[in-house]
């Protein structure tokens, strides 16, 4: 079985510009949740959903957005690339959106 | 103040070395606790979870204290392959969010 699968792995994008990424989860899983890691920092949480609602959202600002499609990937958009966006960008899956998280490879991007 | 603090070390054992690390948190309404491991640029896997009577998992053991906030986690015979990040990880009740500490790096030396 295919576990959580993001894409793309790693991504370079320009300050001011625009970001997809996105996120399978494990087959049978209707959460999924976002994260954040810069380098030396643990995870930070951006956004969990369930079901296609929108479950939680961290502190972060109104540039960062996300959706969950019928299937239950999900994409997790950010505008207007800030340097301070490079990182890590992970995605977790579960079955309930509770507890049993499995987390992607993750997308590496770099703002420049 | 951290939700989650942890001592980012690293902490430099030789083989076969017992090593402790611990944990503290602030929000006395988390409900689940868990220590996750993350190797170099590679995503976090679950460890173990932690729970108030204390449980054991072959050379790992992790204990809870909810009356200090404090989790803590204690790795015995140390080997090469334990090198990595360890993440204290603290879920408060109903919201399927997962708060992180910095990380601990444990480095196992031959």
């Known amino acids: 079985d295919a576990g959580v699968t993001q894409s793309p792995t790693h991504l370079i994008k320009t300050r001011g510009q625009h970001v997809t990424l996105r996120c399978s989860p494990i087959?049978?899983?209707?959460?999924v949740s976002w994260y954040q890691q810069v380098l030396g920092q643990g995870p930070q949480f951006i956004f969990q959903?369930?079901?296609?609602?929108?479950?939680g959202r961290g502190n972060f600002p109104d540039r960062f957005s996300a959706r969950q499609f019928p299937n239950y990937s999900s994409e997790l958009n950010v505008n207007a690339l800030l340097l301070g966006d490079s990182a890590l960008y992970l995605c977790?899956?579960?079955?309930?959106?509770?507890?049993?998280?499995?987390f992607g490879s993750g997308t590496r991007l770099t703002v420049v | 103040r951290k939700e989650v603090e942890q001592d980012p070390g690293p902490f430099n054992v030789p083989e076969g070395a017992t090593v402790a690390f611990n944990c503290t948190y602030s929000n006395s309404a988390s409900q689940s606790f868990f220590w996750y491991r993350q190797d170099c640029r590679k995503e976090p896997k679950l460890l173990m979870s932690?729970?108030?009577s204390g449980n054991e998992d072959g050379r790992f053991t992790a204990q809870l204290n909810r009356a200090s906030q404090y989790i803590s986690l204690l790795i015995r015979d140390s080997k090469l392959s334990d090198s990595a990040t360890y993440l204290c990880v603290v879920s408060p009740s109903n919201t399927g969010k997962l708060i992180f500490g910095q990380g601990t790096t444990l480095q196992v030396k031959p």
């Open positions: 087959s049978g899983h209707k959460s």
């Open positions: 959903y369930y079901e296609k609602e929108e479950r």
């Open positions: 932690v729970y108030s």
């Open positions: 977790a899956s579960s079955l309930a959106g509770d507890y049993g998280y499995t």
